[in-house]
């Protein structure tokens, strides 16, 4: 007699990726992860999650620190200077309210 496959449940498969149901679904949808349908029943195989976890590992490239860009300030106006909505609106309006 041959030996059964083990198939995961959705419930198992997203515990051992370390995902929640909703996100193992959307890989699903998006077509990331495989997975077997029997009926209405979707599950998972092992070598399957496995595959999804091996293709999902990436290597972060080291950063090249530039220096920080200098902050821009508005222009016409100082830093501190506070004006308050009049006086900014008789200045659009060219000084008639």
């Known amino acids: 007699m041959g030996v059964e496959p083990i198939?995961?449940?959705?419930a198992e498969?997203?515990?051992?990726?370390?995902?929640c149901t909703k996100t193992l679904r959307g890989f699903r949808r998006r077509g990331l992860i495989r997975y077997v349908a029997?009926?209405?029943k979707i599950l998972y195989r092992p070598e399957d999650c496995a595959a999804f976890t091996a293709a999902?590992?990436?290597v972060e490239e080291?950063?090249?620190h530039a220096p920080p860009?200098?902050?821009r300030r508005p222009s016409?106006?100082?830093a501190g200077n506070v004006v308050s909505f009049t006086e900014r609106r008789k200045a659009r309006l060219g000084g008639s309210l």
């Open 7 to 10: 198939l995961w449940t959705e």
């Open 56 to 58: 999902s590992c990436r």
């Open 76 to 78: 016409g106006r100082k």
């Open 69 to 71: 860009r200098p902050r």
């Open 62 to 64: 080291p950063a090249i």
């Open 38 to 40: 029997l009926g209405r």
């Open 13 to 19: 498969a997203a515990a051992n990726l370390r995902v």
